[in-house]
């Protein structure tokens, strides 16, 4: 169902999401409390990034629809 | 100035009023002269025709045409009257035979009648006058006796020297005699008047006969005329022989008194002589004396020489006298002569007349002889030539009926032929129509076999058809409908070989046939889920693609509120092709169960939104083709159905 293909989209953006927040923070906070003296900057940066990466997938996943694809133009 | 102004201003008006009312009032009487004028006017002026109509009473409609009517009527009048009045004239018809014979039989009816009637009146006054005329002829001859009678008495009675008292008796008879001779000579009168106021009579009579112009009649008339004649004739006779003894007695008796006057002078001379002498002179014998003897002497010798003077006097007178009385007879004489020619002219006249009468009858009968044989010669030519003439017409009439029979056989033989002819025809065409309907009623029949195979497929096409339909209604709500495989497969079973039927049946789409369809209700709640899911990415497309616009999209679905149904318009604009419209009005045909305009609709949408329903679209897609060519074959075998089923 072409319907439902959107919220299969949403749903992978929103876990993607999730997991690279997820991740981003965790690294940040690695990174924070190893590297960079228990600043909350890396954990911000690594969870921005991680969602900032997730959006970019997220809207990549989202436009690919409208993307012309290696494969397609080689068809 | 005001007084003056408000005067001035009531004279302007009164000015208008009085134009205006002497304009309408003329305009009155002009229309009620001329009526051209009024029927210009009430063309012209609106409600003048009421005005006018109030004024003068209706218009004349045609006066003219009116007039003109009526004199054209006059004309036509008279000219009918000119025409009719030359056929008023009776035309002359030829009295018929019946009729003419009629009439003569009726004149000679009205003759006889005439003829006899005037016979018997003529017979009547002829008896009545002979019997007058004898009886006037015996009074005159009675009379004649007496007076012959008396006149013999008187000079008897005069002459004869008879003793006295015979001489009174002879008086006496004389007498008689003089009475008889006046009552017979009275009746002789009146017997003459008789006769001749018979004879007068029938003289009328016969004028009256004459005159009556009966042929028939003629000899009747000249024989009651010649007996008439005759009658006068003897009464004429018998007259003068009575005036003639008349006339003689009148000198008797002029004699007798003559004497008796000459003896009374004698006697009273006598008596004056002698006085006392009795009157009859005869008896004086003896009685006179001497003296008186003397004196009678000498008075009879004076009395001799006065008589001898007197005789000598009267012997002169005699001759004077004679003369005189002759002269007197012959003046009686030539009357009497006069009186007896005339008698004999008029006799003889009569004679001449009768005769004459009597010659022209004669002439007049032998001139009838004649006529009637020269008529009978003419009837003899007539009837000859009218035999000509109809031998002739018999002729001709010959003709023309042989002619006219001939014709009427040939008609006849003709028509006879005709009939014939017609019969037979008439046969042949039965004959041909009988064996046309015989033709008719088998091919019929044929086709009336053919006709319910026909229907018998038809019925089974329709059928299979229905459960083809009853299987795609038979949907459940989210499922589809079991395929439709089978069903088509029976549809194409019973229609093998329609091209049709077979081509909508192989028309139906594969996905329908292996998987089935979803019902319209499914496709419809379908919808309902897709539509917030468009007016969420209501903004998305090929440019507009990223995240933000993604955001945007879903507040712009949050924020914007459009009608939840909306009639579509006949035509969409441009800005019908917002999303948004589109979907409420794609609900509202959905509403109404147009699926075909809905998915038409919802086929305008774009980018994303196009993505989403893509789905739906095809389903509804292959729902509507379904059932496009399930509708087109329950049409078509409902048609066939229709075409072969009969009604009972």
């Known amino acids: ?75 | 100035y005001t007084a003056g102004g408000s005067s001035g201003a009531a004279k302007v008006v009164a000015a208008g009023l009085l134009t205006v009312g002497g304009g309408v009032g003329g305009t009155i009487l002009y229309a009620k002269w001329d009526h051209k004028f009024r029927a210009a006017v009430e063309n012209n002026v609106p409600y003048s025709d009421w005005l006018l109509g109030l004024a003068l009473g209706p218009a004349y409609q045609g006066d003219i045409m009116k007039q003109v009517r009526m004199d054209s009527q006059h004309v036509w009048v008279i000219i009918a009257d000119s025409v009719v009045a030359p056929h008023t004239e009776l035309p002359l018809r030829e009295r018929p035979v019946e009729e003419v014979a009629a009439r003569l039989a009726q004149q000679d009816q009205k003759e006889q009648d005439t003829l006899s009637s005037v016979s018997a009146s003529l017979e009547e006054c002829l008896a009545s006058s002979a019997k007058a005329t004898l009886q006037a002829i015996g009074a005159q001859e009675a009379a004649v006796q007496a007076i012959t009678q008396h006149i013999h008495k008187l000079k008897e009675a005069m002459e004869a020297e008879v003793p006295p008292p015979e001489k009174s008796s002879q008086w006496k008879d004389l007498e008689a005699a003089l009475a008889d001779r006046t009552s017979a000579v009275n009746d002789a009168e009146t017997a003459l008047l008789k006769a001749k106021e018979a004879l007068d009579s029938l003289k009328s009579e016969i004028d009256k006969s004459k005159g009556l112009k009966v042929s028939a009649v003629r000899p009747l008339v000249l024989a009651a005329e010649e007996n008439l004649h005759n009658m006068v004739v003897d009464l004429d006779r018998v007259v003068t022989k009575l005036q003639s003894a008349e006339s003689e007695s009148k000198i008797v008796s002029q004699y007798s008194d003559l004497v008796n006057e000459a003896k009374l002078q004698f006697q009273r001379e006598v008596s004056s002589l002698t006085p006392e002498i009795q009157a009859n002179w005869k008896g004086l014998t003896g009685k006179l004396s001497a003296d008186d003897l003397n004196a009678l002497i000498a008075h009879a010798h004076r009395r001799i020489d006065q008589l001898n003077r007197e005789l000598a006097e009267q012997r002169v007178r005699e001759q004077i006298h004679i003369d005189a009385s002759l002269e007197q007879q012959k003046l009686e004489d030539q009357k009497a002569l006069e009186k007896a020619v005339l008698t004999a002219v008029q006799h003889i006249k009569e004679d001449t007349r009768l005769e004459q009468e009597r010659k022209l009858s004669e002439l007049r009968e032998v001139m009838e002889a004649e006529m009637r044989t020269q008529l009978r010669r003419q009837a003899a030519a007539h009837t000859d030539h009218v035999q000509d003439v109809l031998k002739v017409q018999e002729q001709e009439l010959r003709a023309d009926a042989e002619q006219v029979l001939g014709s009427k056989l040939l008609e006849q033989e003709t028509s006879y032929r005709q009939l014939s002819q017609e019969q037979l025809d008439n046969f042949t065409l039965d004959m041909n129509t009988a064996y046309a309907r015989l033709k008719g009623m088998e091919e019929a029949i044929d086709s009336h076999v053919v006709a319910e195979e026909e229907a018998r497929k038809a019925h089974q096409l329709w059928l299979s058809v229905e459960a083809l339909n009853y299987s795609l209604k038979m949907a459940d709500a989210d499922s589809p409908t079991m395929p439709l495989e089978s069903a088509a497969q029976a549809v194409r079973d019973s229609c093998h070989d329609n091209d049709f039927a077979l081509a909508l049946a192989t028309a139906l789409p594969e996905e329908s046939l292996q998987r089935g369809v979803y019902s319209e209700a499914s496709l419809r709640a379908r919808f309902n889920a897709l539509r917030a899911l468009v007016r969420r990415v209501a903004l998305v497309d090929e440019t507009h693609n990223s995240l933000y616009q993604y955001f945007l999209s879903y507040l712009q679905a949050a924020l914007l509120f459009e009608a939840k149904q909306e009639a579509p318009p006949g035509q969409l604009c441009s800005e019908d092709l917002d999303p948004f419209r589109l979907l409420s009005y794609a609900s509202f045909c959905l509403e109404h169960g147009d699926l075909e305009l809905a998915a038409k609709l919802v086929n305008q949408l774009r980018g994303e939104a196009r993505r989403v329903v893509e789905d739906w679209l095809t389903e509804a897609r292959l729902t509507l083709e379904t059932r496009q060519v399930v509708s087109l074959l329950s049409a078509y075998a409902n048609a066939v159905g229709l075409g072969t089923t009969q009604a009972p």
């Open chain 1, 1 to 75: 169902m072409s319907e439902k293909e959107l919220g299969k989209k949403w749903d992978r953006c929103l876990a993607d999401g999730a997991i690279k927040f997820g991740t981003g923070l965790g690294l940040g906070i690695v990174f924070s409390v190893l590297f960079f003296k228990r600043h909350t900057w890396p954990i911000s940066l690594c969870s921005g990034a991680g969602l900032g990466m997730a959006f970019s997938n997220c809207q990549n996943d989202l436009r690919s629809s409208y993307l012309l694809h290696r494969s397609q133009k080689e068809q």
